[in-house]
């Protein structure tokens, strides 16, 4: 019942913001239902695939999908994610990740004003 | 044609940095599709869930080699997710475009918040 719950809360964030859910679905799998990080993370994959998958489909159908750009971003993205996936452990150092976190708000205020 | 060029190469640094630090593409998806290539905020939210799927396949398939995945678990998250959707659709077509860029711009500090608080340990 409360893997539900959590689909249709991350569902529904995901549809909204246009993102995965990832991270709606990792953080309720840690605190709520008490998995390790590990397979949180992995079984969150999963379950992101049915619910973009879901989305994009629904929001197709609505006339708001536009194939190139989504191609153009996406399969590049998918090259990007092996190579950063496997310097995960070594380098996500502190500084970078400061840096990411500037950079994610730099653009979040941009978007904001 | 160089937007694409250049959304491409953003799309390549979006996997990268998504993968390094954990955080799904969407969230840099939608930015680079609104920024870069003029979609309006729907259509970018739109287009960002399709352009996941590449991503999310490809790292299904190494945490499944790991053996990681639980996939009676993320069927169940999965079909639940369904139902939440379509009232996410629902809500964001029914919101204007510059309050959804707004309310996403608001998620983008929240992440990065995230990001930051987990860097201190």
Known sequence: MRLVAIGLAAGFFSAL????????????????????????????LGA????????????????ELEL???AAVGIPAALGAVAGTALQQRAASRALSLGFAALLAAIGVRLLV | MWA???????????????????????????PTLTLVLGLSQIHAEASSLL???????????????????????????????????????FLAESLSDELLRRLFGGLLLLVAAQVAWRARR
């Open chain 1, 17 to 44: 913001f246009g993102v995965g859910g990832g991270i709606v679905i990792v953080p309720l799998l840690l605190l709520w239902v008490g998995w390790k990080e590990r397979p949180a993370m992995a079984t969150s």
């Open chain 1, 48 to 63: 992101i695939g049915v619910t973009a998958l879901a989305g994009a489909i629904a929001y197709g159908f609505r006339g």
């Open chain 1, 68 to 70: 190139g750009p989504a």
């Open chain 2, 4 to 30: 694409f060029v250049l959304a491409g190469a953003l799309g390549l640094a979006a996997g990268f940095l998504a993968g390094l630090f954990g955080v799904g593409g969407g969230i840099l998806f939608v």
């Open chain 2, 51 to 89: 352009a996941i799927l590449p991503t999310v396949a490809v790292g299904a398939l190494r945490q499944q080699h790991y053996g990681n995945i639980r996939w009676r678990s993320a069927g169940i998250i999965g079909l639940g997710s369904l139902g939440g959707v379509v009232v996410g659709v």
